[in-house]
């Protein structure tokens, strides 16, 4: 492609993304921990603010949700999958919360704080009963983060996992079935939130660095948030282009 950092090979990875998962925006970072860090900042997500999770997952999981600001809630898991409960989250909304119809959140009664999300974990790519979480979820308003890093294959009711909550992270890390080194990609169907996140994720600069010096010549760029380091390099993005077009065809061998 002629460019070592974020360019026009992270640009087809994530059309080729969508494309697999059935969504309409796929934002392509460096890792899965940042998909769900700029997950719930999009959310408006932080402190005084609380997020259900599950306590079986790996600790990034767990971690942006702290450096968020906020605190997460632990409910317990399936004895048989390992994965959330649904039974028990809604289990502690009843036994512990609150929802206001005027405001239409939903209050913990024992801390006072907003519950704001839910992460799900589809751990080991076997993904969690998402129509019941979703159900939970619509609710009591509450939004639904798919932590997907180890699902990129997997499909819930003939539906792809990355296509049912309102954001979800991927995570294409070397232990992963789709494999850039380091990197990671969030999906979600919300056009203003793709848009803000296409930002947030390389220092906030209002244009792509690579169309910034395209045939059309430099072009100026504002800073429109504080941003983050989170893009990909397309030196990443040309491994995950092969590896996405064999991701099913593994799958088949390990069956």
């Not at 940042?34 to 932080?46: M, R, S, V």
């Not at 589809?122 to 159900?135: Q, S, V």
Request: aromatic share 8%; with cysteine; glycine share 8%.
């Amino acid at each position: 492609s002629g460019w070592l950092s974020t360019g026009p090979r992270v640009a087809r990875l994530e059309e080729d993304f969508k494309s697999y998962i059935g969504c309409k925006y796929a934002i392509a970072l460096n890792s899965c921990t940042a998909g769900l860090h700029l997950a719930l900042e999009i959310a408006g997500i932080g402190a005084g603010d609380e997020v259900i999770t599950t306590p079986l997952t790996f600790v990034s999981t767990v971690n942006v949700i702290i450096h968020q600001g906020a605190t997460p809630i632990f409910t317990d898991v399936e004895r048989k999958t390992g994965n959330i409960d649904s039974r028990k989250i809604e289990e502690f909304i009843k036994k512990n919360c609150k929802f206001n119809p005027k405001t239409g959140q939903l209050v913990n009664r024992q801390t006072g704080q907003l519950v704001k999300a839910i992460i799900p974990v589809h751990l080991y790519g076997r993904p969690c009963k998402m129509d019941e979480i979703i159900k939970i979820a619509r609710k009591n308003n509450l939004l639904v983060i798919e932590d997907a890093a180890h699902a990129v294959e997997a499909c819930y009711k003939d539906k792809k996992i990355g296509n049912i909550g309102d954001l979800a992270a991927f995570s294409f890390y070397a232990t992963k079935n789709v494999v850039t080194g380091e990197g990671g990609m969030i999906t979600t169907n919300n056009g203003e939130w793709a848009k803000k996140l296409r930002v947030l994720r390389l220092h906030g600069l209002s244009k792509d660095a690579w169309k910034r010096y395209s045939q059309e010549g430099f072009t100026p760029y504002d800073i429109l948030y504080p941003g983050y380091k989170y893009n990909m390099m397309d030196v990443q993005a040309a491994l995950g282009i092969h590896q996405l077009k064999r991701v099913e065809k593994n799958l088949k061998i390990r069956e």
